[in-house]
């Protein structure tokens, strides 16, 4: 198994993975971003939430901001695969030029793509991205494709508003960002949202699809991530970012993004 990651300083609202000849398993889990992936080799399971899809080289996956996933082998049957994740700001930023008057991202209205002419902007935007060109190019080719994406895969009269509980656990959510690297208990998230502990576990994981606890490691393998493209040890990170050790990071990494985090480091492309 190799794997690259793009990851650029001056272009910080994107990323994007390319991995080839991996039998690796992924626990179910969630990015803050939006996630599009595409098989290029092989074939994959993929689950969304409740759902479960075969994804094969001809279908681009989409992943709205905090939904539960996971893509496994099939038959333990290596593949090969890219995965794009945009910022959420961002692609608000981008959606606020398309439609009028909005005041939150749009989701996708779709999981499975199979459009011929965006796959052919996304594998465009991926050879780009790992080229050795001008980042001028590359956002070009990234704006492209999500402008492209959202004129067709958005539905603006299809925002559903919060409701009352699904209010409570954003604000929890938010908190959980913003304090991530304390050790924070399920009393001071019930607290916050005013709820009790059995009903706050229970509404948190009706609302995203994931439990306060996996949730929280997300967060900290997100912010991981980012400082795994400076030159801190990965011990500090580990430390820095609410976890016990680097043992214990090794673990949780491997179980969210199916490398390590030296895996991860060696493997970015800037």
């Known amino acids: 198994m190799k794997s690259l990651f793009f990851k650029n300083f001056q272009i910080p609202y994107i990323e994007c993975r390319y991995t080839t000849d991996s039998k690796l398993h992924y626990k179910p889990h969630l990015h803050n971003s939006l996630s599009i992936g595409m098989v290029i080799d092989g074939n994959t ?12 080289p001809e279908f681009l996956a989409v992943i709205n901001p905090n939904n539960v996933h996971c893509c496994n082998p099939v038959k333990n049957e290596a593949r090969s ?36 002419n965006l796959i052919n902007l996304y594998l465009n935007l991926i050879n780009i991205l790992f080229s050795n060109t ?17 004129t067709n895969y958005c539905n603006k009269n299809k925002i559903n508003s919060i409701k009352k509980n699904e209010k409570k656990i954003k604000t929890v959510m938010e908190y959980m960002q913003e304090n991530f690297n304390q050790n924070i208990t399920i009393k001071e998230l019930a607290n916050i949202a005013n709820l009790s502990p059995y009903h706050l576990i229970r509404t948190f994981h009706k609302t995203t699809g994931i439990t ?3 949730f929280l490691f997300n ?3 997100e912010k991981v991530k980012k400082l795994l493209n400076t030159n801190k040890p990965i011990s500090e990170i580990a430390l ?30 800037n």
Request: include cysteine.
């Open 81 to 116: 695969y890219t995965m794009l994740y945009l910022d959420k700001q961002w692609c608000f930023n981008i959606q606020s030029t398309i439609f009028d008057n909005i005041n939150e991202y749009i989701p996708i209205n779709k999981v499975i793509i199979q459009d011929k």
């Open 240 to 269: 820095e970012t609410g976890f016990y050790d680097q043992s214990h990071l090794n673990r949780v990494f491997k179980q969210i993004v199916a490398c390590t985090p030296y895996q991860y480091r060696k493997g970015i492309k």
């Open 134 to 150: 001008i980042n001028l190019e590359k956002e070009e080719a990234i704006e492209n494709f999500a402008i492209t994406l959202f």
């Open 219 to 221: 967060i900290r393998i």
């Open 45 to 56: 399971n993929f689950t969304l939430e409740n759902n479960s899809y075969l994804l094969t």
């Open 212 to 214: 306060p606890k996996n």
